[in-house]
């Protein structure tokens, strides 16, 4: 088997996660219903509105309280992988999972829960289009690259600012589905997929065994801690309140990320 091969079939492999824990109950994040309730006792009726119709930053919100909400869910979402106890009480939820160790892709679906509230409040557009079961192509890449920032994929916060470039600098409301499906950040998301998954042994998909890639190690078989979702929720949230997109010219000199517990 060539190397490019291998590349293939290991971001195979993390595609397959990704799409399990996508399906999870619970796993989705309403943009809308997450920003108003994130922001109700920050912000007026008129900045939430703002808000959810353009973005956060075009809604005048300091970065400060941005941060602060920000620190705010990564401290609930941590608190609930610990226990991983969110999607997996819900009847039906592991039954979704098919063929993917339930463990990883509870773990998975805590990731891209967390992605998904930190690119809202940090002025990302829609991540999911529409409502069903599939995720489509444009949205599985940036979630992939998200994913990546996570775990400490240099290449992958390069994407990531990439497509946070296009997106401010058109305006847009939504992913540019051409770059991240066949153009410029496309061979990037295939090369961080292709590295996460090449993690991925047929050992775990056979048995279960909590070990998803060395920075997470054997945690996931008996709970995971403040010491391996807490830096990797920060490590993304970091580089997202870095990115032109979410300070717009009032915001040139915030830049310092509240730490938690301030």
Request: aromatic share 6%.
């Amino acid at each position: 088997m060539t190397e490019r091969q291998q590349i293939q079939n290991s971001g195979s492999n993390f595609t397959q996660v990704l799409d399990a824990a996508a399906r999870l109950p619970g796993a989705r994040i309403s943009r809308a219903a997450y920003l108003r309730t994130a922001l109700k006792r920050h912000c007026t009726e008129e900045q939430i509105a703002r808000a959810i119709a353009e973005s956060p930053a075009a809604a005048g919100i300091p970065l400060k309280v941005i941060n602060e909400i920000a620190n705010t869910s990564i401290v609930y979402e941590t608190s609930k992988v610990t226990g991983l106890s969110t999607i997996a009480g819900i009847p039906g939820g592991l039954a979704m999972v098919g063929t993917v160790p339930a463990d990883i892709a509870q773990y998975m679906g805590h990731m891209l829960r967390i992605s998904q509230k930190l690119a809202y409040i940090y002025s990302w557009p829609d991540l999911f289009a529409d409502d069903g079961e599939d995720i489509d192509e444009a949205t599985e890449s940036m979630l992939t690259l998200f994913v990546g920032v996570m775990f400490g994929v240099q290449i992958a916060q390069g994407g990531v600012a990439r497509v946070a470039g296009m997106i401010a600098g058109n305006v847009a409301k939504k992913l540019p589905q051409q770059a991240l499906t066949k153009g410029v950040v496309y061979p990037v998301v295939k090369r961080v997929a292709g590295y996460i998954g090449a993690n991925m042994t047929k050992k775990i998909f056979a048995s279960g065994v909590a070990k998803f890639i060395p920075v997470v190690g054997a945690v996931l078989s008996g709970g995971l801690t403040l010491g391996t979702f807490l830096p990797m929720s920060k490590r993304l949230q970091k580089h997202l309140a870095s990115l032109e997109l979410t300070k717009p010219g009032h915001r040139t000199d915030e830049t310092e990320i509240i730490t938690l517990g301030s």
